[in-house]
Each structure stands twice: as C-alpha cells, then as structure tokens.
C-alpha cells in the first residue's frame, strides 16, 4: 500500500468494466493516488469513480471528450485549480475498428487517428506544460499496443496510430528527460475487457485459436495493465524513460 501516496493522477478513458482505464484508476487509488478518472460516457465514468470511494479510495469523475482540446483544459483546469498540480497521466482512452484495407472508410481512419494518436499528443502536451511550470517532475503513460510493434491484419488505421505513439512517447521522453519527466508506452496483447468480449461473441471459434496461439494459453487481465502503469507512474520506475514495455503473454516473443 502507498506506492502512489499523495500522487495527483489522470485516466482516461475509465468507463469500460472490465477495462484497462477504469482497473488503472481502481489500482491508483488503491495504492494512495488522488485519482481523476475520466471518459466521453460521463455516466459510466462517475459510476466508477463511486465504486473507487466506496472502497476507501479517492476518484473524482469528469466527462471528457479526448479529441476535444477545449476538454483537456478544462479537465487539467481543474486538476491544476484543486491540486496545483500534475503527478502522473495515463492516456488510456482508444478505439478499434478491424477492417482489411479495401473496407475502411476515410471516416474510420480519421477517427481511429483522432482517438488513438491526436488524444495523446493533446493530453501529453498539456501535461508537460504543467510538469514543467511546477518543476517537480512526473510520469506520463500512453497507451500502445502490440499492434504498433508487429504486423495484426485488419488493424490498419490503429496500428498506424498506436506505432505513431510508441515512436511519439519516445521523441518527447528526451525532449523532457532533463525536467524529470518520464514518458514511456505501454503495449498490451490481447486483455480480457469488453473489446474482447465483443470479438468472443462475434467469432467464438476463430477468438478461440488467437488465444491457443498466445505462449501462456490465456488472455491477460485488466489488472496486468494497471500493475504496469502503477510501476511506471510510482518512484520505483523513476529512471526509466523512453521505453516500450510489453505485456503479451509472451506473443510478440515469437
């Protein structure tokens, strides 16, 4: 306990139960972070946040449209108003669409790129502005995937934007090196959430053969994610910078 202890933290993207957002914000609060927790679906959001202070813990939830750069002021507006500070950012908040190639639509690549990329380059901006101008540091993490390292069909637009914050994190990681404030990127494999949920009932026999396929048989857990980000967002990953940290099962290992 404590490992985030007086902590002022940020994630998006924390409606979805089971997913990794709101099992971050969970985890955060569990080890001592004040936690924001936020999402387009400002219901399902506070609910969360609710779930987090009836465990003891501390979440205030706030509506917030990730491609809106008017929302990330004001989100970061009230964080810097209440707290006078910013200790660490997850920018979790993403979709998927799967389609081959000839099948998508300029619309389905300008979303997933207006959701998945423009969404943490507005975040990060913003947080590193405020990192700076209270000099004290802080952790940044952004959320990748496995299909930003290796080639997945039907993931063209999000490959594309999730290789895009792999490379993204890295530049600003030495641009900031010298503030102490760390960013780094976080590349799931395939995680028991609803997105998941959605592919097993859609295709149960074809789900099943992707997950034979991972080395250690199984999905991994929300949890898995949001232990990652704990680490990276607590002191004990203050020198590490700059890096991809993949949590697969061992999948990209192959």
């Known amino acids: 306990m404590g490992r985030l202890e007086g902590k002022i933290t940020l994630v998006t993207g924390g409606a979805s139960v ?3 957002g709101s099992a971050t914000a969970r985890r955060f609060a569990e080890e001592g972070a004040v936690v924001y927790v936020t999402d387009l679906d400002g219901e399902g959001v506070e609910k ?3 779930s987090i202070r009836d465990s003891g813990g501390s979440a205030t939830a706030m509506r ?3 491609t809106s750069e008017a929302d990330w002021d004001a989100v970061m507006s009230a964080i810097v108003g209440e707290h006078g500070r910013l200790d660490g950012l997850v920018n979790n908040a993403g979709i998927a ?3 081959p190639i000839e099948a998508f639509t300029t619309a389905d ?3 997933q790129m207006r959701v ?3 969404s943490v380059f507005f975040g990060t901006q913003r947080a590193v502005k405020v990192m700076r101008e209270v000099g004290k540091g802080g952790s940044i993490v952004n959320l990748s995937s496995t299909a930003g390292l290796v080639g997945v069909p039907m993931c063209g637009a999000y490959a594309a934007a999730k290789g895009g914050v792999r490379m993204f994190s890295k530049t600003i990681a030495m641009e900031c090196a010298r503030d102490q404030i760390r960013v780094n990127s976080l590349h799931p494999g395939m995680i028991d959430t609803n997105m998941q949920n959605v592919a097993r009932t859609d295709n149960p026999d074809g789900f099943k053969e992707i997950v034979a396929a991972i080395p250690m048989g199984r999905m991994g857990l929300p949890e898995d994610i949001a232990n990652m980000a704990l680490f990276l967002v607590s002191d004990e990953g203050n020198y590490i910078t700059g890096a991809e940290l993949v949590v697969d099962g061992g999948a990209t290992a192959q």
């Open 18 to 20: 089971p997913g990794l």
């Open 64 to 66: 917030h449209d990730v």
């Open 109 to 111: 690549w300008e979303k």
């Open 48 to 50: 969360v946040a609710a």
């Open 97 to 99: 669409v799967l389609r």
């Open 116 to 118: 998945n990329m423009d």
